[in-house]
C-alpha cells in the first residue's frame, strides 16, 4: 500500500468518527441561525481567552441564513470575554438594528456591512487590535512563508496601506471589500488584522492563526533571517491547510477547550 493511502486510512478511515471534522449541513434554518449565533459567541471568548480585547475596539460577525441581508455582530462596550448569545445584535446592511438592546461599534458596522453586502461568498468576518497584529501591521508587508502555520497566508492576504483614522466612513469598508477579492486576510496598514471566511469557524481560525504567526515573524527576525519555504512547497501546504474544511477542523478543539471553560456563552 502507498505510503499516501496508509495516512488517509489512519486519519479518516472507515469507521471513525469524522462529523465533528465536518461543517454541518442543515434544512432547518432556524437551527442554522442558532448554531452560527453559539459559534460567534464561542469566538468572541476565544478572541478574550487570547487577549484580542482593547477597550470597545474589534468586532466578528457573521451572515444570518434566514435575513441573509443581515449580520449577527457584538454589541458595544462587552468585553469578548462575557458575551453570550443573547447579547449578540442583529443589524441589516442599511444600519437599522432588527434584533439586539445595545447599539454597536460604528466602524464595527462600516466594515463588515460592506464586506457581507458585496461579498456573498463571505458569512463571517473577523477584525480586532490584537498585540503581534497590529505591531506586524505598521510594517507594511506580506507574512513570509516560514513556517508551515504562515503558508496559510501565502498569496491569501493582501494590505490595506492606507490608514485614515478611525474607521467612521463606510467607504472605506467598500474599498477594503474590494481589496479583499479572492484572499481570505487583511493587514490594515497601522490598524490590524482582518479575517474572512465561509463560517465563523474559519474566520475566528484564520485570525487567531494569523496573529501567533505575525509573533513568529517578529522573533524570528530579531533572532536573524528566517529561512523562506520554496514557492511550490509553500503553496501546497497553503492548499492543505487554508480551506474551510481544514480551518472549521482546526476550531474544533478550541471551541471544546472554550465550552469546558465557559459553558455560559450559549445562554
Given at each position: 500500500?502507498?505510503?499516501s ?16 471534522l ?7 434554518k ?21 487577549g ?9 460577525s457573521?451572515?444570518?441564513p ?5 449580520f449577527?455582530?457584538n ?13 449578540l ?13 445595545r ?16 461579498k ?14 497590529r505591531?506586524?501591521s ?19 492576504q493582501?494590505?490595506y496601506?492606507?490608514y ?13 471589500a474590494?481589496?479583499?477579492?479572492d ?13 474572512a471566511?465561509?463560517?465563523v ?7 487567531i492563526l494569523?496573529?501567533?504567526?505575525c ?6 527576525e ?5 529561512k523562506?519555504?520554496?514557492?511550490d512547497?509553500?503553496?501546497k ?6 480551506n ?6 482546526n ?6 477547550m ?10
Amino acid at each position: 500500500m502507498p505510503n499516501s493511502d496508509i495516512v488517509s486510512k489512519i486519519s479518516f478511515g472507515k469507521g471513525l468518527d469524522t462529523d465533528l471534522l465536518t461543517p454541518p449541513i442543515f434544512s432547518d434554518k432556524e437551527k442554522e441561525r442558532l448554531y452560527r449565533k453559539q459559534r460567534l459567541a464561542a469566538a468572541f471568548r476565544l478572541f478574550g481567552h487570547y487577549g484580542f480585547d482593547e477597550g470597545v475596539a474589534g468586532h466578528i460577525s457573521v451572515r444570518d441564513p434566514i435575513l441573509t441581508d443581515c449580520f449577527w455582530v457584538n454589541p458595544m462596550s462587552v468585553h469578548f470575554s462575557l458575551i453570550k448569545v443573547s447579547d449578540l445584535v442583529l443589524v441589516n446592511h442599511d444600519g437599522e438594528i432588527k434584533e439586539g438592546k445595545r447599539a454597536i461599534n460604528k466602524a464595527a458596522f462600516a466594515i463588515h456591512s460592506r464586506i457581507h453586502l458585496h461579498k456573498p461568498e463571505i458569512n463571517a468576518v473577523a477584525h480586532a487590535h490584537s498585540v503581534y497584529g497590529r505591531t506586524w501591521s505598521t510594517l507594511g508587508r506580506f507574512l513570509d512563508p516560514i513556517t508551515q502555520d504562515a503558508c496559510t497566508f501565502y498569496e491569501n492576504q493582501v494590505i490595506y496601506d492606507v490608514y485614515k483614522g478611525v474607521v467612521a466612513d463606510c467607504n472605506e469598508g467598500d474599498d477594503i471589500a474590494g481589496l479583499l477579492a479572492d484572499k481570505a486576510t487583511v493587514i490594515l496598514q497601522n490598524h490590524g488584522l482582518l479575517s474572512a471566511g465561509k463560517s465563523v469557524e474559519s474566520a475566528a481560525w484564520l485570525f487567531i492563526l494569523m496573529d501567533k504567526c505575525c509573533k513568529s515573524q517578529i522573533l524570528a527576525e530579531a533572532v536573524g533571517k528566517p529561512k523562506i519555504i520554496p514557492h511550490d512547497v509553500a503553496v501546497k501546504a497553503r492548499t492543505y491547510i487554508a480551506n474551510e474544511v481544514t480551518m472549521f477542523a482546526n476550531f474544533q478543539p478550541l471551541y471544546n477547550m472554550i465550552l469546558s471553560k465557559q459553558a455560559d456563552f450559549l445562554e
